[in-house]
């Protein structure tokens, strides 16, 4: 029995994948609460929480693409064919938002809001777009001859537009809670504040992406609801239910670290349920990981890279939050 490449390197990137959401996804949730936080000083407090650990983030997101790229060069010419315009937008908002890291710490005071509107516009403008780019993969692609069929605009329906700004709140959640973690006194009670509203919008908004999918998708709600299917995948939805019930208890009473966790596992099975909804299917709604891959030879290669650099990376990682481990306080700085 041959080992299944293209089953392995889907792993690979939904492995990154998943990493460059719960590792990035704190960072621009940072920036998505910037406007409720006007204290320069907590402002401050709030970047340097992630100022020594963003830029390391975003290895996962070029590991993502670069293995797409060599695993599924269909996937890869196809998906960027479909979204070209909101991937370029989202580009631009991670390069204002990691320009503003770098500049706003040697900004004059008076000059700093310009890159407070730079790391706000930067972190917003990738977020919304990451998740547009998401609903409209959901939503399927027109595929002929190995091409993409659609026109410059077949991105933008409701539906994607409302996972943009859901992938906004679950960010925002996810930096709230981070900044629980993190940080003490006064900021910490305000994103205490903030992350309650936050868990009941993403809340609402896993129940109408739960509905408007399989409504939209027949295959997604036979996936879903037909038996024995509709045994095997119901521990996801009730597991969400109680991570939503733990989240609410844990964030307004003296958990620290805990309601970080949870939106990771909140994450996790929201991600969990994507797969289930398009498992085997590269390229929505038909184009499986087999018929999408590359040459067995170019696999193999490739993953002998893959191999050796995933656990550096990990590794490098791991160092890193280790070293700036703990609390951040007024005073800490990144320079």
Same mark, same amino acid.
């Given at each position: 029995? !041959? &080992?299944? $490449? %293209?089953?392995?390197? #889907?792993? &690979? ?20 609460? @910037?406007?409720?936080?006007?204290? =320069? ?10 100022? %020594? ?6 290895? *996962? ?5 670069? !293995? ?31 320009? #503003?890291?770098?500049?706003?710490? =040697? ?6 809001? *310009? ?6 516009? !930067? ?13 409209? @993969? ?14 410059? @605009? ?18 925002? $959640?996810?930096?709230?809670? *981070?900044? &629980? ?32 999918? +399989? ?8 996936? *879903? ?11 996801? +939805? ?44 590269? &390229?929505?709604?038909? /184009? ?6 590359? +040459?067995?030879?170019?696999? !193999? ?9 995933? %656990?550096? /990376? ?22």
């Amino acid at each position: 029995m !041959g &080992i299944d $490449l %293209p089953l392995i390197w #889907a792993v &690979i990137i939904l492995f990154g994948i998943m990493m460059y959401v719960v590792m990035d996804g704190f960072d621009l949730g940072i920036g998505i609460l @910037f406007p409720f936080v006007p204290d =320069k000083e907590d402002r401050d407090v709030m970047m340097n929480t992630v100022a %020594p650990v963003w830029d390391g983030n975003e290895t *996962w997101l070029v590991l993502g693409g670069a !293995g797409l790229l060599a695993a599924f060069p269909l996937a890869y010419a196809v998906i960027l064919s479909a979204f070209y315009l909101p991937l370029i937008l989202m580009l631009i908002g991670l390069v204002f938002r990691g320009v #503003a890291f770098e500049f706003r710490f =040697k900004a004059r005071l008076g000059k700093r809001r *310009w890159w407070d509107l730079a790391f706000i516009g !930067g972190s917003v403008t990738a977020t919304f777009f990451q998740g547009v780019t998401l609903g409209a @993969f959901l939503n399927g692609l027109r595929v002929v001859d190995g091409n993409f069929a659609g026109g410059s @605009f077949d991105w933008v329906s409701p539906f994607s537009l409302f996972t943009g700004l859901a992938l906004l709140a679950a960010y925002a $959640l996810l930096g709230a809670t *981070w900044l &629980i973690m993190k940080t003490d006194g006064e900021l910490q009670r305000r994103m205490r504040s903030l992350a309650t509203p936050l868990v009941w919008v993403m809340l609402l908004v896993i129940a109408a992406l739960s509905a408007w999918t +399989p409504l939209a998708h027949s295959a997604i709600a036979h996936r *879903w609801f037909s038996l024995p299917n509709l045994f095997y995948f119901a521990p996801v +939805p009730l597991l969400v239910l109680l991570v939503v019930w733990r989240l609410l208890r844990d964030v307004p009473g003296d958990g620290h670290a805990s309601p970080f966790v949870l939106t990771l596992c909140l994450l996790f099975l929201g991600y969990t349920g994507l797969g289930i909804s398009l498992w085997p299917n590269v &390229i929505p709604p038909d /184009i499986s990981i087999w018929q999408a891959a590359g +040459p067995s030879q170019s696999l !193999g290669f490739a993953l002998v890279g893959a191999l050796v650099i995933i %656990p550096i /990376i990990l590794m490098y990682t791991a160092w890193s939050y280790w070293v700036f481990r703990g609390k951040v306080r007024h005073g800490d700085g990144y320079h």
